[in-house]
């Protein structure tokens, strides 16, 4: 069983956290500081590391590298209210693995742990190539979270990157729109389907050739939309 330290100091998202994954089958253990974040990850009796940005004591960046500089090697996920936080995260190297930004969708973030744990068992470094997924010039990266096009990464927002992954993880099926708000907002989230389709429009003029007849990002009339890879 899997042992995952969660820094988190609001109470209510520290104890949706600590519930959804010990229904996982996780033990978790939920601190609410930065430094005693430090003081716990360092017992080296962790497997991964949820790691909000916004803490008091020390903040999710400096803990971040503090701990890798001190030698940790676990997988710690960064968890980002702001869009600008998970900029920084990328342009600045604060040695994390992966980040989520709230509010995150529980399944999307139970994958992202589920991932980053395989990447951690003995030749899971293979397990890189299920984390990109491949069609046509493009390449959808779950860990660096981006979108490239023949090597060259895309000016991408992350939700068209999350509806991207919901679609291509469900290749060749439909997904209505209900079923892509609660994957890509997260359940109890209010968005217009209006919204879902305008991401989609986005979306379709940064890959698709012919906007106008999708090649990948299909609708499906009446229901929702479906990747054709
Ligand atoms: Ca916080």
């Given at each position: 069983m899997a042992k995952i330290l969660v820094v988190e100091d609001e109470a209510g998202i520290a104890f949706g956290l600590e519930s959804d994954m010990q229904t996982e089958g996780y033990e978790v253990k939920v601190v609410a500081d930065g430094l005693e974040a430090i003081r716990q990850a360092r017992t080296g009796a962790f497997d991964l590391i949820l790691l909000d940005?916004?803490?008091?004591?020390?903040d999710g960046f400096e803990v971040c590298r503090e701990l890798r500089r001190g030698g940790l090697k676990i997988p710690i996920i960064l968890l980002t209210a702001k869009a600008q936080e998970a900029e920084k995260i990328v342009g600045l190297d604060v040695g994390a693995d992966d980040y989520v930004t709230k509010p995150f969708s529980p399944r999307e973030l139970r994958a992202r742990i589920r991932a980053a744990l395989r990447r951690l068992?003995?030749?899971?470094?293979?397990?890189r190539a299920e984390n990109i997924f491949k069609f046509g010039p493009f390449e959808l990266d779950l860990i660096r979270f981006e979108l490239r096009r023949d090597g060259r990464v895309l000016n991408t927002t992350t939700t068209e990157l999350k509806l991207l992954n919901a679609l291509t993880r469900n290749k060749g099926r439909v997904l209505s729109r209900d079923k892509l708000l609660d994957e890509v907002w997260g359940e109890g989230i209010a968005v217009t389907d209006r919204v879902i389709d305008n991401h989609i429009v986005a979306l379709r003029k940064k890959i698709e050739d012919e906007p106008a007849s999708p090649r990948y990002l299909v609708s499906v009339r009446g229901v929702g939309y479906r990747f054709d890879g």
């Open positions: 940005v916004m803490l008091p004591g020390k068992a003995p030749g899971g470094a293979g397990d």
